[in-house]
């Protein structure tokens, strides 16, 4: 089954997780990058989460894969207010994933996922997506090495 994975990461964290699971599913891998990049501080988690717990999106740099050569999709945001990041819901927003299996993904700093989930699958739903499976790691005060252990942990079933 050709998978592509695609994910957004402001810390790093996400990237990580999806390296780990390209890597081990010789997966295409693609990252979502903001037109205008956001720098660390606190401003950007507060601009951040209020737009991601509105559901809107932010401008990202054009996506250049044709998603109709791949059978399993992951998606893969770090949560933000309860929600995926603004730059996952405009990815979702203009993707429509007919035909494939998505698989969401999140990394996250101690927050329950299960809203993010719950979002994230209406969302990819309403564009013509199934989610089939999903997982979350935490992420906050873990070594990169453990998030890529628990990474590659979690996509053994696939």
Known sequence: MKSL????????KTRLVAQAIAE?????LVEIKETKPRK???SVYLL?????????GSKINPIDV??????RVFIGSPIWGSRPAPA??????????????????FTMGGVN????????????????????????????????????ARAKEAIKKY
């Open 40 to 42: 660390l501080g606190f």
């Open 24 to 28: 081990a599913l010789n997966a295409t």
């Open 113 to 148: 996922s299960e809203k993010a989930l719950a979002n994230i699958t209406a969302k990819i739903e309403k564009r013509q997506g199934k989610v089939v499976s999903s997982f979350a790691i935490t992420s906050y005060r873990i070594s990169d090495e453990e998030i890529i």
């Open 88 to 105: 996952i819901n405009s990815f979702i927003y203009q993707t429509n994933f007919e035909g494939r299996s998505i698989i969401p993904f």
């Open 48 to 56: 951040g989460g209020f737009l991601a717990v509105t559901n809107r």
């Open 66 to 71: 044709g998603l109709s050569q791949y059978e």
């Open 5 to 12: 994975v695609v994910y957004y990461s402001l810390t790093g």
